[in-house]
């Protein structure tokens, strides 16, 4: 090999270690989030929701989200929407509901109705928003409102599992058994380049959910 070979030979090593090392640094690890009650039971259906970077982002105009009133009961029971969603609440019963949240983030009330309400409901903060109705007692419905769209409930082994680029983040969760009007709780997470495996999250439930 001449001396110019030699030389170039160097450089697109230099320069494909560089690539390597550039590719790694932004690389998205695997992370797993295990959600646990304060004896560490693992906590199914806990709703986990990861700010990049801690910063907040609302949804696009526009974005959508519906809970019906069927049977006399909220379905789904549970919705996760980011900030800024509208949610539509369609009454399929013959008897009419009203909705209404007592809840500080999003206080409002639809007053007793038929069909479909003429606009939908803006969730335009965070936090954990508790539905009813006036007329139906047993009806329950949370809409969990968060600042980002990387957000996802854990399954029957307590886990969620997303893709986290290196960074400080900032994780929120929530858990149904927790006390009436509990916010999500909230917990720095962060990435070094060598990735992150597991982040433990205990929550303050209540009893068995
Ligand atoms: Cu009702």
């Known amino acids: 090999m001449s001396r110019t070979l030699w030389q170039h030979w160097r450089m697109a090593v230099a320069c494909l270690c560089l690539l390597a090392w550039a590719s790694a640094a932004v690389a998205a690890s695997t992370v797993t989030v295990l959600t646990t009650d304060a004896t560490g039971q693992p906590l199914a259906g806990a709703v986990v929701a990861v700010e990049l970077g801690g910063i907040a ?23 996760v929407v ?8 369609p009454n399929q019963d013959t008897v009419r509901h009203h909705v209404y949240s007592f809840s500080p983030s999003k206080p409002f009330e639809l007053k007793l109705y038929s069909g479909r309400p003429a606009a939908p ?3 335009d903060q965070a936090g954990v928003v508790t539905l009813g109705c006036n007329i139906h007692d047993q009806m329950v ?7 980002t769209p990387l957000h996802g409930r854990t399954d029957a082994t307590g886990r969620f599992v997303l893709e986290l680029p290196a960074g400080e983040h900032r994780l929120r969760a929530w858990h149904p058994g ?14 070094g380049a ?3 495996a597991t982040v433990k999250v205990v929550l303050p439930v209540m009893g068995r959910p």
Request: avoid cysteine; charge should be positive.
């Open 57 to 79: 982002r609302a949804a696009a105009p526009g974005t959508r989200a519906e809970i019906a009133q069927r049977q006399r009961s909220f379905e789904p029971g549970l919705v």
């Open 82 to 89: 980011q900030v800024g969603t509208a949610v539509e609440f």
């Open 121 to 123: 409901v803006v969730f």
């Open 141 to 147: 419905a949370h809409v969990v409102v968060v600042p």
């Open 178 to 191: 927790m006390r009436e009007g509990a916010d999500l709780l909230v917990q720095p997470v962060k990435v």
């Open 194 to 196: 060598a990735g992150l």
